[in-house]
Nanobody, 125 residues
Framework: QVQLVESGGGLVQAGGSLRLSCVASGLTFSLYEMGWFRQAPGKEREFVGA????????AYSGSVEGRFTISRDDVKNTVYLQMNSLKPEDTAVYYC??????????????????WGQGTQVTVSS
């Protein structure tokens, strides 16, 4: 079955950096758009960014654009989220997700079929 496993979360001071990884198995990774979402306590899950299955196109939410970068390695079946200039408001559980094969998930969580278990990112002020 499809599994998405995130890692790389932790505690970091404001202004610091973290790189999250998400390793996928059970699917033909190169055929999937991959998305990153986050959910803070008491808030809805929100879109962070996504990368097209071609790897040539990325999209980000306005709140992270210019600070976060998504990349993918189809040999390693891994998608990355490089987070720089972190702010306390970036504190959340971060999830990677995949819609169906050759399907655009975009910014809408309900369009994603597969989800990881999440990794906690805490940014202290």
């Amino acid at each position: 079955q499809v599994q998405l496993v995130e890692s790389g979360g932790g505690l970091v001071q404001a202004g610091g950096s973290l790189r999250l990884s998400c390793v996928a198995s059970g699917l033909t990774f190169s055929l999937y758009e991959m998305g990153w979402f986050r959910q803070a306590p008491g808030k809805e899950r929100e879109f962070v960014g996504a990368i097209h299955w071609s790897g040539g196109t990325t999209a980000y939410s306005g709140s992270v654009e210019g600070r976060f970068t998504i990349s993918r390695d189809d040999v390693k079946n891994t998608v990355y989220l490089q987070m720089n200039s972190l702010k306390p408001e970036d504190t959340a559980v971060y999830y990677c997700a995949a819609p169906g094969a050759l399907t655009l998930g975009g910014r809408t969580p309900s369009r994603y079929r597969f989800w990881g278990q999440g990794t906690q990112v805490t940014v202290s002020s």
